[in-house]
């Protein structure tokens, strides 16, 4: 039987009928499944499909779990299944890559009843904040086809505002579940470091700044799958403060009156988009009414520091995960296998030291402790998500003078003359004119969440991020709910178009 109402309920709206038996995991696997054919053509979001472990999985007994019989995607990357191949957008890893046992999140998934029924589309390793890797069809936004869905967890964040599924997994190094979230009108909570499990095999990938969670509709759903997830797994050497209570109690609570900073000025871009900086004073006038103190500051960030500081972490992370992969594999990547963006970041890796790598490790970490101190002021941090409106297809992606560039520093021992003149920091800040201040909260560790609080004139979301102090999901989540009261999106959905 097909549900013909699936996406007028949030996951746990679903998990709800199939507890009263008004209709059963199967159906709901049938009706994800005819969504996903009829849909995801347009959207190139679902870049494989899990039917049969789906439907075992459903035979097998799925439990008592918050999110029974639920249909969930996920991200093809980080979240492993074992027996399933993990691509990572990657024609180098494209069905060879096949991990021998689920990761700890994806356990907890399964034991929270969610039923496991697809892969969805990434960037190339994660790398970029749009989905458009080499190897699949890119990623549309399924507010508008020509924009992007964000990345890396565009994929997700695209089926689940297509309706392909109510929730579907994501995981954050530098704003990768809060990008897509804002691109794609979801909600996109990035949890505290080490809130959510990365075992067993993953350690601490990017030095620490990847986080894994999910990308939703609805706030509740958010807070009741870190419910699901959250605790330390096995050989975890840091955990956060435990939380006072279930984080889906959290949205039945008030938040109080909470004392907000926003800075009307970008923390790296060199500008707000006119469309953003207007959503951002809509938010401040909502949040005021609300009853909050909201309070002028601005982060004491050095951007370019910043920004370069953390693309060296991602070109020696980028360099050990390909390493990882030859070893795994049996073989080195062909010419032709990895995209100019990865391979251009692997040669900047081998120009660097080890004392290159801990002086961009120390410029994140001070960094971090400085707007650690910051915080202790204010409840919360209100920022844009990002500068801009989603961008168009083909953007970010280099393209031009910029991959003449790139097959340059590539083919040619040319690495050590690039971060001389500068090419590094360039490259650095280019990435942040989108994106601007997401990847901050990856390095001071705190929960963050972006919300669709607003639309642009052309009908595109526009996210707005609060981060909270470390540890402290809590309050985000109990704003959040009252925003999602105050200025409900969960009916708000795109038109969707054909192929």
């Known amino acids: 039987m097909i549900f013909a109402?699936?996406?007028?309920?949030?996951?746990?709206?679903?998990?709800?009928?199939?507890?009263?038996?008004?209709?059963?995991?199967?159906?709901?696997?049938?009706?994800?499944?005819?969504?996903?054919?009829?849909?995801?053509?347009?959207?190139?979001?679902?870049?494989?499909?899990?039917?049969?472990?789906?439907?075992?999985?459903?035979?097998?007994?799925?439990?008592?779990?918050?999110?029974?019989?639920?249909?969930?995607?996920?991200?093809?990357?980080?979240?492993?299944?074992?027996?399933?191949?993990?691509?990572?957008?990657?024609?180098?890893?494209?069905?060879?890559?096949?991990?021998?046992?689920d990761s700890e999140c994806v356990t907890r998934w399964k034991r929270a009843g969610l039923v496991m029924f697809g892969k969805t589309s990434v960037p190339e390793f994660g790398l970029v904040p749009t989905t458009e890797p080499a190897a699949f069809p890119p990623t549309r936004n399924p507010w508008n086809h020509e924009h992007v869905a964000g990345g890396s967890s565009g994929g997700s964040a695209a089926a689940v505002a297509a309706g392909m599924a109510p929730m579907a997994s994501a995981n954050d190094g530098g704003g990768s579940i809060r990008i897509p979230a804002a691109c794609c009108g979801l909600v996109g909570l990035k949890p505290t470091r080490n809130r959510n499990p990365l075992g067993p095999d993953a350690s601490d990938p990017w030095m620490g700044l990847v986080v894994e969670h999910v990308v939703a509709r609805s706030v509740r759903d958010s807070a009741a799958a870190l419910d699901a997830t959250a605790g330390p797994d096995a050989g975890s050497q840091s955990t956060p403060p435990p939380p006072?209570?279930?984080?889906?109690?959290?949205?039945?609570?008030?938040?109080?009156?909470?004392?907000?900073?926003?800075?009307?000025?970008?923390?790296?871009?060199?500008?707000?988009?006119?469309?953003?900086?207007?959503?951002?004073?809509?938010?401040?006038?909502?949040?005021?009414?609300?009853?909050?103190?909201?309070?002028?500051?601005?982060?004491?960030?050095?951007?370019?520091?910043?920004?370069?500081?953390l693309l060296v972490v991602i070109a020696a992370e980028t360099a050990s995960d390909i390493a990882y992969f030859r070893s795994r594999l049996g073989r080195a990547p062909k010419s032709d296998e990895l995209e100019l963006g990865t391979r251009g970041l692997a040669k900047i890796a081998k120009a660097l030291s080890a004392a290159d790598l801990a002086d961009a490790v120390r410029t994140l970490r001070t960094q971090a402790r400085r707007i650690g101190t910051f915080m202790q002021g204010y409840d919360l941090f209100l920022s844009p998500t990002l500068a801009k409106p989603p961008?168009?297809?083909?953007?970010?992606?280099?393209?031009?003078?910029?991959?003449?560039?790139?097959?340059?520093?590539?083919?040619?021992?040319?690495?050590?003359?690039?971060?001389?003149?500068?090419?590094?920091?360039?490259?650095?800040?280019?990435a942040y004119e989108f994106v601007d201040s997401t990847p901050l909260a990856n390095a001071t560790g705190a929960p963050a969440i972006s919300l669709p609080l607003a639309w642009s004139a052309s009908g595109l979301p526009l996210g707005m991020m609060f981060t909270a102090r470390f540890g402290d999901e809590a309050t985000l989540i109990r704003l959040a709910a009252q925003l999602e009261t105050a200025a409900p999106w969960f009916e708000r959905r795109p038109e969707l178009q054909a192929v």
Not at 59 to 77: C, I, Q, S
Not at 247 to 276: H, M, Q
Not at 393 to 407: D, Y
Request: glycine fraction near 8%; proline fraction near 7%; charged fraction near 25%.
């Open 5 to 101: 109402e699936y996406d007028r309920y949030d996951a746990l709206g679903l998990a709800e009928l199939v507890r009263r038996k008004e209709i059963g995991a199967t159906d709901l696997l049938d009706t994800a499944l005819a969504r996903v054919a009829e849909r995801n053509p347009a959207t190139g979001a679902v870049v494989a499909l899990m039917e049969p472990q789906a439907r075992a999985q459903i035979a097998a007994g799925l439990g008592d779990g918050p999110f029974a019989g639920v249909p969930f995607l996920l991200k093809d990357l980080l979240s492993a299944y074992a027996g399933v191949p993990m691509n990572l957008g990657s024609a180098y890893l494209r069905d060879e890559y096949v991990p021998a046992e």
């Open 244 to 309: 006072e209570r279930p984080y889906l109690e959290e949205t039945r609570r008030e938040p109080g009156r909470l004392r907000i900073a926003v800075s009307r000025t970008p923390a790296i871009a060199s500008s707000f988009d006119p469309e953003v900086s207007r959503a951002l004073e809509a938010t401040i006038a909502q949040l005021t009414s609300l009853g909050h103190d909201v309070v002028e500051a601005k982060l004491p960030v050095d951007g370019p520091a910043f920004a370069s500081a």
């Open 391 to 430: 961008v168009k297809l083909g953007t970010i992606m280099p393209s031009g003078a910029v991959a003449q560039q790139l097959r340059v520093l590539v083919n040619l021992p040319v690495e050590r003359f690039f971060l001389s003149s500068g090419g590094l920091d360039k490259s650095a800040l280019e």
